[in-house]
Each structure stands twice: as structure tokens, then as C-alpha cells.
């Protein structure tokens, strides 16, 4: 496991932050991350949803249990935070 910085695009919020996280981590627990940076504060928490990760522009979710050195994400890419529904 080693540390990754990604750069979060949050849905609803109008900044763009850098995300450290770990490479061990599931994509539940990168948008959870992701999550505590924006949710509250720039954006209102939505409890009836989940929040799902994508690569920016892309139209796939990755998997939610996927582990973020399992997939083919680069360190400083962008990626999309979207409240979905389960």
C-alpha cells in the first residue's frame, strides 16, 4: 500500500482539490474521502444516495469494492465524485 494523490471533481462543488489516498483502498472509500473534503461544506449532503467514482469524461463507474492500485488510474488524475442511487 503507498500513498496516490488524485485530483477530486466533486459533484456540485466548484473546486477542484487534491485527494490523498491510499493505493489499498476500495472506490467507496476514495469517494469517501473525497466525500469529507466537499460534502458539508461546499456541497449539501445527499444521505439518500451513494457517492460513485469515474474517471473525468468517462461514462463507466469503476467497480465500488475495486482497489485503486487494481485499476488504471494515474496518480494526479482527475477523477468524477456522483451522488448515484444504490
Do not use: W
Not at 45 to 57: E, I, M, N, T, Y
Not at 65 to 72: H, M, P, S
Amino acid at each position: 500500500m503507498a500513498l496516490f494523490h488524485v485530483i477530486s471533481n466533486f459533484q456540485y462543488d466548484f473546486v477542484l482539490q487534491l485527494l490523498p489516498v491510499d493505493t489499498g483502498n476500495t472506490m467507496d472509500e476514495v469517494a469517501a474521502a473525497a466525500a469529507f473534503h466537499s460534502v458539508g461544506r461546499r456541497v449539501a449532503p445527499r444521505p439518500d444516495k451513494v457517492v460513485r467514482v469515474r474517471r473525468q469524461g468517462a461514462g463507466q463507474f469503476y467497480a465500488r469494492k475495486a482497489k485503486l492500485g487494481e485499476t488504471d488510474i494515474k496518480p494526479m488524475e482527475t477523477l468524477e465524485f456522483i451522488f448515484c442511487d444504490e
